[in-house]
């Protein structure tokens, strides 16, 4: 059965920053791009980054850009998301989702497989 589980959440003030992991199981990574998204409140899932089968390609949304960094390691089956310069605005759950086509796209109906979801609260 594929499985993706999320990690890392928690909360965090405002300028600080948190690592996300997503951990596969019941099939390897090596296959699959994976991407990272958030859900506020009341709000639709938005895509936040996306990352290639070999991690040469990645792409992220604008509001991220430069204080988000999408990683892998294949040998330890698990894709990392970076989050530095954490604003009240980043506040949602985050999950990570696989697609075994890259498109390099931030849709979530792109992507198949999901994860259940890590919270991260960005408050003082």
């Known amino acids: 059965q594929l499985q993706l589980v999320e990690s890392g959440g928690g909360l965090v003030q405002p300028g600080g920053s948190l690592r996300l992991s997503c951990a596969a199981s019941g099939f390897t990574l090596d296959y699959y791009a994976i991407g990272w998204f958030r859900q506020a409140p009341g709000k639709e899932r938005e895509g936040v980054s996306c990352?290639?089968?070999?991690?040469?390609?990645?792409n992220y949304a604008d509001s991220v850009k430069g204080r988000f960094t999408i990683s892998r390691d294949n040998a330890k089956n698990t894709v990392y998301l970076q989050m530095n310069s954490l604003k009240p605005e980043d506040t949602a759950v985050y999950y990570c989702?696989?697609?075994?086509?890259?498109?390099?796209?931030?849709?979530?109906?792109?992507?198949?497989?999901w994860g259940q979801g890590t919270q991260v609260t960005v408050s003082s």
């Open positions: 990352i290639n089968r070999s991690g040469g390609s990645t």
């Open positions: 989702a696989a697609v075994r086509h890259w498109y390099g796209g931030l849709g979530p109906l792109l992507y198949d497989t």
